[in-house]
């Protein structure tokens, strides 16, 4: 899939986005190695910290239908700002373990400006599992 169809993708669901208190809209879209599709946005909660993150939602749509690390190609972000939307470091540690290290993350804004990283740049040293042994 083109990277431009899965930012149409992400931008579509920021419609569903529920984000009444930070009136930012995010959207997200997985994408399969067999070319299947997840979609995520925002839903805040006016209990703040209970809101949950568009990429966190996409991830586990994925999961919830059954999709295993090993099948994921990339994941897009896309939001309304100036630069490609920078995820927040909780998003960062959950996909460090829910996306294989290889997969693409697509960081874009809603003018189809973006570029493609790795969760090993965007969080180096995470902590995992193997850190509790
Ligand atoms: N947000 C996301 O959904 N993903 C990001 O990558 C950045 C931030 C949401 C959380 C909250 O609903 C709103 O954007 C403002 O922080």
Redesign the pocket.
């Known amino acids: 899939m083109e990277v431009k169809e899965l930012i149409s993708l992400a931008i579509e669901v920021m419609d569903y986005?529920y984000?009444p208190?930070?009136n930012?809209?995010?959207g997200?879209c997985l994408l399969t190695k067999d070319g299947r599709t997840f979609k995520?946005?925002?839903?805040?909660n006016s209990s703040y910290g209970l809101?949950?993150?568009?990429?966190?939602?996409a991830t586990f749509q994925a999961y919830c239908s059954g999709v295993k690390k090993e099948e994921i190609e990339a994941i897009c972000?896309v939001?309304k700002c100036n630069r490609p939307?920078?995820?927040?470091g909780a998003?960062r540690q959950v996909l460090s373990e829910l996306l294989p290290t290889d997969a693409k993350i697509i960081?874009a804004n809603t003018d189809y400006q973006y570029f493609e990283t790795t969760i090993e740049k965007l969080l180096p040293y995470y902590f995992t599992k193997d850190d509790m042994e």
Not at 40 to 44: K, L, M, P, Q, Y
Not at 52 to 57: I, K, S, T, V
Not at 85 to 88: A, D, G
């Open positions: 986005s984000s208190y930070s930012f809209k995010v997200a995520g946005a925002n839903i805040e809101s949950m993150c568009a990429e966190r939602n972000i939001a939307v920078s995820p927040c998003c960081l």
